[in-house]
T-cell receptor
Framework: AQTVTQSQPEMSVQEAETVTLSCTYD???????LFWYKQPPSRQMILVIR??????QNATENRFSVNFQKAAKSFSLKISDSQLGDAAMYFC???????????FGKGTRLHILP | GAGVSQTPSNKVTEKGKYVELRCDPI?????LYWYRQSLGQGPEFLIY????????DSGLPNDRFFAVRPEGSVSTLKIQRTERGDSAVYLC?????????????FGNGTRLTVT
């Protein structure tokens, strides 16, 4: 079964600095999709960024980018110029090519220090 | 446009009671998912609908849990004989298409507390 591991339960970063959240996953599939979701205190999960495994180029969305290392099964999220509104739980997630459900990691709580 | 709506936002019930949690997906979204999120954990998959049918119910923990989507839109998650261990936030999500890189759009969840 596929698993998603986020080894950092909590992280802190100074406002305007850069932070990287780690994620590794285990799968025997070669085609799959990876996601990062943000969950603020309001509880609503919001998509931050997504990556198709067949694409070598790392996805970017404004201040958010990923470092996708397929061979290492690693999918880290980099947040540049951190803002107070970035404070939230961040979940890494996996979806197999032959599956429709998305599997989530346990999350990393990100604190932004003013 | 309206997002995914879940009602109630909070539900407190006594052990042994029956509860229903409702989810209104985004209009036109054919795929609908239910997840359960315990404190300090990531969302745990329960069941997924494609249209009216449950395409994958492998995450339902036992036969006390059941979900329906009779007209392919609104879904109801039903829990019988609730136990204290059922206390969690129940998240609903919908998607325009199933699978691939189609993202899930989540509601704000229903916090269920079983006393």
């Amino acid at each position: 079964a596929q698993t998603v591991t986020q080894s950092q339960p909590e992280m802190s970063v100074q406002e305007a600095e850069t932070v990287t959240l780690s994620c590794t996953y285990d799968t025997s599939e070669s085609d799959y999709y990876l996601f990062w979701y943000k969950q603020p205190p309001s509880r609503q999960m919001i998509l931050v960024i997504r990556q198709e495994a067949y694409k070598q180029q790392n996805a970017t969305e404004n201040r958010f980018s990923v470092n996708f290392q397929k061979a290492a099964k690693s999918f880290s999220l980099k947040i540049s110029d951190s803002q107070l509104g970035d404070a939230a739980m961040y979940f890494c997630a996996y979806r197999g090519n032959r599956d429709d459900k998305i599997i989530f990691g346990k999350g990393t709580r990100l604190h932004i220090l003013p | 446009g309206a997002g995914v709506s879940q009602t109630p936002s909070n539900k407190v019930t006594e052990k042994g009671k029956y509860v229903e949690l409702r989810c209104d997906p985004i209009s036109g979204h054919t795929a609908l998912y239910w997840y359960r999120q315990s404190l300090g954990q990531g969302p745990e998959f329960l069941i997924y609908f494609q249209g009216t049918g449950a395409a994958d119910d492998s995450g339902l923990p036992n036969d006390r849990f059941f979900a329906v989507r009779p007209e392919g839109s609104v879904s109801t998650l039903k829990i019988q004989r609730t136990e204290r261990g059922d206390s969690a936030v129940y998240l609903c999500a919908s998607s325009h298409a199933a699978g691939g890189n189609s993202p899930l759009h989540f509601g704000n969840g229903t916090r269920l507390t079983v006393t």
